[in-house]
């Protein structure tokens, strides 16, 4: 019997298919296949993480950190960088702590 994937997983994922007295089928990715899977990954663990709660959703989410890692690599940049910006953009204009919907703006005449 085979199951389908077609998807990218983590590098030890081969090994523990091995490890289970199974057969992956494998290849690796080019640059621009690498991209767009990544990228499609992180969708993925985005709707896993919209759809989970407690622990499991905090398991999904470090799913999608790692993820933002890979793909900040691929920029040439580390996640310390990442999250640098994103202090920063905190710094000028706040986090999401507050919970402000804003529903319109009134514009001056």
């Known amino acids: 019997m085979e199951r389908i994937y077609n998807k990218l997983v983590r590098d030890k994922i081969p090994n523990i298919i091995k490890e289970k007295g199974e057969t ?19 969708y993925e663990e985005y709707k ?7 622990d499991d959703r905090v398991e999904e989410l470090a799913d999608m950190l790692e993820i933002i890692r890979t793909l900040a690599n691929l920029e040439n940049r580390h996640l310390n960088d990442v999250i640098a910006i994103a202090d920063k953009k905190n710094e000028k204009r706040g986090a999401f702590d507050e919970k402000i919907f804003l529903e319109k703006v009134i514009e001056s005449e």
């Open 48 to 54: 896993e993480v919209i759809e989970s709660t407690g």
């Open 24 to 42: 992956p089928v494998v290849r690796i990715l080019d640059e621009i296949e690498y991209k767009n899977e990544l990228e499609k990954k992180l």
